[in-house]
C-alpha cells in the first residue's frame, strides 16, 4: 500500500491583496527556492507570483517616475544658479551687496 502524505493548506491570495487579515500590502516578498513559492514576510501569505510581479512592476514604474522629476527639478535648478551666476558676474563690484 502506499504512503498519504499529508499537506498543510496554505491561502493563496487573490489578484488583489483586500482579502487578507490586517490589509497587508505585500510589500515584503520573500521567494522559497523550493517550489517556486512568493510569500509575504509580514503575513505569511502565499501570493499569485503573477501579482507579485505585477505589484513590483507598478512600484518599478513609480520610483522611475520620481526619479524622472527629480531630474528635471535638479536641471531646472542648475539653470536657474547659472544665471544668477551670470547675472552676479555682470554686475559691477560697487552694485554686489555684501552679506
Same mark, same amino acid.
Given at each position: 500500500? *502506499?504512503k498519504?502524505i499529508?499537506? $498543510?493548506?496554505r491561502? %493563496? =491570495?487573490?489578484? @488583489?491583496?483586500?482579502? %487578507?487579515? =490586517?490589509?497587508?500590502?505585500?510589500?515584503?516578498?520573500?521567494? %522559497? !527556492?523550493?517550489?517556486? /513559492? %512568493?510569500?509575504?514576510a509580514?503575513?505569511?501569505? @502565499?501570493?499569485?507570483?503573477?501579482?507579485?510581479?505585477?505589484?513590483?512592476? +507598478? &512600484?518599478?514604474?513609480?520610483?522611475?517616475?520620481?526619479?524622472? *522629476?527629480l531630474?528635471?527639478? /535638479? &536641471?531646472?535648478?542648475? =539653470?536657474? /544658479?547659472? #544665471?544668477?551666476? *551670470? !547675472?552676479?558676474? =555682470?554686475?559691477?563690484? $560697487? #552694485?554686489k551687496k555684501? +552679506?
Open positions: 500500500m *502506499r498519504v499529508p499537506f $498543510g493548506r491561502a %493563496v =491570495a487573490p489578484n @488583489t491583496p483586500r482579502d %487578507v487579515k =490586517a490589509k497587508c500590502a505585500h510589500r515584503n516578498l520573500r521567494l %522559497v !527556492e523550493h517550489g517556486g /513559492i %512568493v510569500m509575504c509580514d503575513c505569511h501569505v @502565499t501570493l499569485s507570483p503573477f501579482w507579485a510581479l505585477s505589484m513590483l512592476s +507598478e &512600484q518599478y514604474a513609480l520610483a522611475m517616475g520620481h526619479i524622472h *522629476r531630474k528635471s527639478r /535638479i &536641471q531646472l535648478a542648475d =539653470a536657474r /544658479i547659472l #544665471e544668477l551666476s *551670470r !547675472e552676479l558676474d =555682470a554686475m559691477s563690484p $560697487g #552694485e555684501p +552679506e
